[in-house]
């Protein structure tokens, strides 16, 4: 069983006024998962994404594949 904490960050790009979710990146070698939670609510709810779940999210973004907000 690991004890680690999740280590959050946020994108250097998000300056957009707070509307930001937060990964832990750190969590994939030990659990396989990236947690990800919105960083106006640090205590409420954490999703927790298969590792090549996020990897195919951000390249899907990267891409261009979701529009713009």
Same mark, same amino acid.
């Not at 280590?7 to 300056?15: A, D, G, L, M, P």
């Not at 891409?63 to 713009?68: D, L, V």
């Given at each position: 069983?690991?004890?680690? $904490?999740?280590?959050?960050?946020? $994108?250097?790009?998000? $300056? +957009?006024?707070? +509307?930001?979710?937060? /990964? @832990?990146?750190?969590?994939?070698?030990?659990?396989? /998962?990236?947690?990800?939670?919105?960083?106006?609510?640090?205590?409420?709810?954490?999703? +927790?994404?298969?590792?090549?779940?996020?990897?195919?999210?951000?390249?899907?973004?990267? @891409?261009? @594949?979701?529009?713009?907000?």
């Amino acid at each position: 069983m690991t004890t680690e $904490s999740p280590r959050w960050f946020t $994108s250097s790009y998000s $300056s +957009n006024g707070g +509307n930001c979710v937060e /990964v @832990a990146a750190d969590l994939v070698a030990s659990r396989g /998962v990236v947690p990800v939670r919105d960083s106006k609510d640090l205590t409420g709810p954490t999703l +927790n994404l298969r590792a090549d779940a996020f990897v195919g999210f951000v390249a899907g973004v990267k @891409a261009g @594949a979701f529009g713009t907000v």
